[in-house]
Nanobody, 115 residues
Framework: QVQLVESGGGLVQPGGSLRLSCAAS????????MGWYRQAPGKQRVLVAD???????NYADSVKGRFTISRDNAKNTVNLQMNSLQPEDTAVYYC?????????WGQGTQVTVSS
């Protein structure tokens, strides 16, 4: 079993920044992909960014150049630095871990971008 605990969401004005963090614990394999997804009201959950244990990153087109994903393999943490936030970034953000076996998800953290 794997547990994911997120932190760092909140309310921010357009153009502002937030940093999301996620700590994983439990049975974590060396080879895995950690990432962030988001789900806006009435919409499907979609990938924001992910990063392999080797450091290869992947971003949704909508966040390229604004968001940066990073991880610390020794601490089993993944972070998402979000800059130039816009109202359309408002959503519940979920941390994820994908490895051999089932996918794991955090409980979600709300990000609201509003003036």
């Amino acid at each position: 079993q794997v547990q994911l605990v997120e932190s760092g969401g909140g309310l921010v004005q357009p153009g502002g920044s937030l940093r999301l963090s996620c700590a994983a614990s439990g049975r974590i394999f060396r080879a895995n992909v950690m990432g962030w997804y988001r789900q806006a009201p009435g919409k499907q959950r979609v990938l924001v960014a992910d990063i392999t244990s080797d450091g290869i990153t992947n971003y949704a087109d909508s966040v390229k150049g604004r968001f940066t994903i990073s991880r610390d393999n020794a601490k089993n943490t993944v972070n998402l630095q979000m800059n130039s936030l816009q109202p359309e970034d408002t959503a519940v953000y979920y941390c994820s871990l994908h490895q051999a076996g089932p996918d794991y998800w955090g409980q979600g953290t709300q990000v609201t971008v509003s003036s």
